[in-house]
């Protein structure tokens, strides 16, 4: 038997704004437990929340991104359970009016929109720190850093619509950078900024039901995305496969055992007993306001413009993985750059210094990089050599050519020289001509290399190989 992926992801990101979303304590990642807290967050009797503007700013730009539907009106609800990081013992969420809904998020990869069901605005929990132990039952005491209590956190949640791993891989890594480029997040999966539970089912190929759904939570990287996806997966059709049920549940993901295990059944399902939050006020936006929020460039965007470019999906992401990077190919290419020779410039020699903290964003010099590409593009420059002076070059507001000149970096040339050294090259070398003649390509490549030696940049080595492949092609006919 076949069977269907189903996959729908739940999805978590803190917003960077500068307050908290119901006090004005500084929301920030700190080693500091319990630095910036109050009797709001802290839960504490006769406190009253008040809501930070900043938060619905930012939900908005990420509502626009994914083009929802944002509600005019909607409201807080309070979510109960009982756990130590959530000092009030109630989570103020949304529930049955969340702030936008029916959005969309365009993967290139996969072509194919993923639909968004709903995304809505809740509180934080603060974090516990178990010491002893890995959980609060075998811990022999727990810690509590209420730092992270009540900062803002949206939530999105996806219709099950993603068919594969890699679908799910993609649809986070887009949702992640949407959210970067908005300015909203930080996004860093291993601070907790971006966190995503997933929920997995199997179907028999073209059956219109779908099956029971398994959630996973604890996923904390790209990399246990893919591998919990893949073991989940797996499990699910052994099941099948042996004529077993799957059951119901919530799972998490051990990264020791490299298996998901059984954390609470539909039995044991938690019952939240949501009613909407007495000490706020709806949420009444106008059209006017949400109008007025205007957003950045998406990286779906920049992704579909890149295509008609002609970058390829690996040159693609490597833009898009860093703003700076991309913001500088973008003014590049507006100055009429050729894209796939600037792509192919940042990707290596500019990445290079990049990733070695070398590039001083202030200093660069534009006109610079974009002659620099052009002789490259030309291959009028000595690449290899150039390197160490790469920094040099960038920074700077030199004169390029002088000073490529003045390192002897320009190949000039110089095409008397270029005949007269591939004719010597041509009669010092008859074996090599012999098997190139034979139809050996790799001797037309030493020939070239010995006429390059003896030429030290005073001809491109295309010039020199059309050259001898003329002079071979005349030698034949006579
Ligand atoms: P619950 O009521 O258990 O919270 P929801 O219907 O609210 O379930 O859906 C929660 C998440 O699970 C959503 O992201 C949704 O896309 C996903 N989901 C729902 N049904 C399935 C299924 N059969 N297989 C995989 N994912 C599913
Ligand atoms: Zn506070
Ligand atoms: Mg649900």
Redesign the pocket.
Known sequence: MEYDV?????VHIELSTEKKLFCSCKNEFTYEPNKNVCPVCLGLPGSLPVINQQAIEYFIKLAKALECKINLFSKFDRKHYFYPDMPKNYQISQYDLPLAVAGKLFLPNFNKYVHI?RIHLEEDTGKSVHIGGENLREAKYTLLNYNRAGVPLVEI??????HSVDEAVEFLQLLRLTALYLGISDVKMEEGSLRC?????L?PKNSEV??????IKNINSFRFLARALNYEIERQKNLLRQGKEII?ETRGWDEKTQTTYSMRTKEE?HDYRYFPEPDLLPIILDQQYIDSVKIQTTPSEYYKKYVALGLTHEEITFLLENPNINSLFNTLISNQSDPRPTVKFLKTDFAYLFNNNQINWQKLSIKNILEYIKLVEKKAIDVVNSRKYLVEILHNHINLIEFLKANNLLIQEDSDLAEKIVEKVISDNPQAVEDYLQGKEKALGFLVGQAMKELKGKAKPNTVSELIVKKLKAQVKS
Do not use: F, H, W, Y
């Open positions: 189903i996959i729908g992801m739940e069901r949640v996806t219709e099950p619509v993603i539970d997933v929920n997995v089912s179907k779908l099956g029971k759904k398994v959630e119901q399902a």
